[in-house]
């Protein structure tokens, strides 16, 4: 009899618990989503509920949280949705089916430190689209349709260490895009890149200690010299990925690092050269 009476006590002392917790976080960990809090820090879990608006969910009331809204079914990002949510450092919004960002839409996200945005269906960053996210250390927007990125699209995001963009649709990246970021690690793997020029990129990226180059079509030309002098030199302090030619035909399945400059621009015979030979 007193094993259940004891039983009765823990169960009613859970529930009073469980009631607290509600009442601290606030309405959002009582209905659609769970929370947990360790070592201080909140994590709300809101994946896989059939989410289609941000509308259906609200803020915790907690100094420092992470949302996440892995697996629903959101499709657009509007202005202000995250307003109040000041105390995010982590969001995932993976694997859902964001196509619209609007300019605003992080808004209130001051101290965010990631932002998950893999496998949604991204065509383009614009100069707005990250706007409001200075402290942002890490960015994960691979699985993505993106095939073009504003010049200033990461001009304001002093604080970003790593970008993952593998497996989009870029052939080509804009002059200068990472000059005010101190990125150490970028993955640009499965994307559609050709070429990667000194001036304008990697002269920007001196700090990068890991850089992952596959599955891309690389134009083994006079172009990519400056890529491979690039490589060579840090070849013993950063983790860089295969850089496997893909054209010209002569160079098919070689990887760079293998291929020689001359292999890479042939010297052409000058022209007096060339009338000698036909003499």
């Known amino acids: 009899m007193h094993i259940w009476i004891l039983k009765i006590i823990l169960l009613i002392a859970s529930s009073l618990r469980l009631i607290e917790m ?3 976080y606030g309405e ?3 209905n659609l989503c769970t929370c947990e809090e360790k070592e201080a820090i909140l994590t709300v879990s809101c994946e896989n509920r059939g989410i289609v608006r941000l509308t259906e969910i609200s ?3 907690f100094s420092m949280y992470h949302l996440l809204l892995t697996g629903n079914l959101l499709k657009k990002l509007s202005l202000n949705d995250f307003i109040n949510y000041t105390g995010v450092t982590i969001l ?5 089916d964001i196509s619209e960002v609007e300019s605003g839409a992080f808004n209130g996200l001051q101290g965010l430190k990631r932002l998950h945005l893999n496998n949604n269906k991204i065509e383009s960053l614009r100069e707005d689209t990250l706007a409001g996210l200075e402290s942002l ?4 927007i691979d699985y993505n349709y993106i095939t073009n990125i504003d010049t200033h699209a990461l001009s ?3 604080q970003l260490t790593v970008m993952i963009l593998n497996d989009n649709m870029l052939s080509t990246l804009p002059s200068n895009i990472f000059r005010n970021v101190p990125l150490t690690h970028l993955d640009l793997r499965g994307n559609r890149l050709k070429m990667f020029p000194y001036i304008g990129l990697l002269e920007h990226m001196d700090k990068v200690v890991e850089l992952q180059l596959e599955e891309n079509p690389w134009n083994c030309s006079c172009e990519l010299i400056a890529l491979k002098a690039w490589l060579e030199s840090i070849a013993y302090t950063a983790l860089v ?5 893909e054209t010209p035909f002569r160079l098919h399945g070689r990887d ?12 052409r015979p000058s022209r007096r050269l060339c009338q000698a030979c036909t003499s």
Do not use: A, F, M, T
């Open 22 to 24: 509600y009442d601290n």
């Open 156 to 158: 304001k995001l002093h």
């Open 28 to 30: 959002i960990c009582r």
């Open 92 to 96: 995932h919004l993976g694997n859902n």
């Open 256 to 267: 760079l690092d293998e291929v020689s400059k001359q292999e890479l621009c042939p010297r």
């Open 241 to 245: 990925g295969e850089v496997v030619c």
């Open 137 to 140: 250390e890490y960015l994960q």
């Open 59 to 61: 803020p915790v009331q």
